[in-house]
């Protein structure tokens, strides 16, 4: 089964998305709430969490420091905070980007029981490293990678094959989706989710020869009615 995740802040575009039934879920980051007209962060991830857990739709909210001891007190205190507004633990994950120090925060978490979304990984070694640490996903800047001469796919098809070869609890999210051909060609490599935002979602439905078509048969239709 692949998924859609919708890749952004904003509470109205996620209801609209979840009203049509095609989002699995939601994924944000600090850049992604710093979009949103300036508010108190523990009300507005509360808001995002209840309508997703009332919908069940995972919910991913990163942490905001680069500091072990921080990231992993941030983690429990928003894990905690939400938690205690909806119980549903089995869909709320925490985001903590990869690194040499952050990898430490994912195992600490990991044993706290809390879900933890590894992001910001760029190689098949960072997303294999996460996931046997524990990190339920490993997510890959697909266009990022791509940018610096990367083969995100390559990368996916390697991590996939690990992850089942050792029987991991652990599924790849694809990020950093610029066009619409990206998540047919992100599925197709072998992640279980795509994330992208919105606008890329909205872009996927609509193909201009589509309108043209659906006119036309309107046309006809009405000429013939007549």
Known sequence: MKYLFADTANLVDIKKLASVGIIQGVTTNPSLIAKEPKQNFDKMTQELWKF??????????????????EIVRQAKDI?????????????LYIKVPIGVKEISA??????AEIRVNCTCCYTAEQMQLAAVAGARYVSV????????????CGEISKVKAFVNDNKLDCQIIAGSIRKTTDLSEAWHSGCDIVTC???????????????????QFLIDFKAWIE
């Open 52 to 69: 997703c857990a009332d919908n069940n739709l995972p919910l991913s909210v990163e942490v905001f420091s680069s500091n072990v001891d």
């Open 79 to 91: 894990s905690a905070k939400l938690l205690g507004v909806k119980s549903q633990n089995e869909l």
């Open 106 to 111: 994912i195992y600490q978490l990991v044993q």
């Open 141 to 152: 800047f697909y266009n990022r990678l791509k940018d610096i001469g990367g083969d995100p």
């Open 197 to 215: 935002s919105p606008e890329i979602i909205n872009d996927s439905l609509f193909h201009e020869k589509s309108k043209e078509s659906s006119d």
